[in-house]
Nanobody, 125 residues
């Protein structure tokens, strides 16, 4: 069992930066792939980024490549999403998710078993 709690969301101007955190609990968290997803009002929950259990592999949606960076610290245990050069279209509720499937990346939300409650990110234009 894994519990996830996101934090770090807020209001930022276009071009600015935010760093989201996902605090995890659960003895086996270090073996889980973790993903970040986002959901804007009236839209589907979309894949943003994923990181393998070791942190050595990462994957990003095309819309955030070069702007967002996912990282993790299994000792804490935490997963982070550094978001730079933010755009108004990045406005959404951001969720972290975890699963221990062995393939990577995991980009389909239905393949993740554990989810946080989400944190709101609003980018003003």
């Amino acid at each position: 069992q894994v519990q996830l709690v996101e934090s770090g969301g807020g209001l930022v101007q276009a071009g600015g930066s935010l760093k989201l955190s996902c605090a995890a609990s659960g003895r086996s968290f270090g073996t889980y792939t973790v993903g970040w997803f986002r959901q804007a009002p009236g839209k589907e929950r979309d894949f943003v980024a994923a990181i393998s259990w070791s942190g050595r592999s990462t994957d990003y949606a095309d819309s955030v490549k070069g702007r967002f960076t996912i990282s993790r610290d299994n000792a804490k245990p935490m997963v982070y999403l550094q978001m730079n050069s933010l755009k108004p279209e990045d406005t959404a509720v951001y969720y972290c998710a975890a699963d221990n499937l062995k393939h990577f990346p995991i980009v389909l939300k239905d393949e993740y078993d554990y989810w946080g409650q989400g944190t709101q990110v609003t980018v003003s234009g």
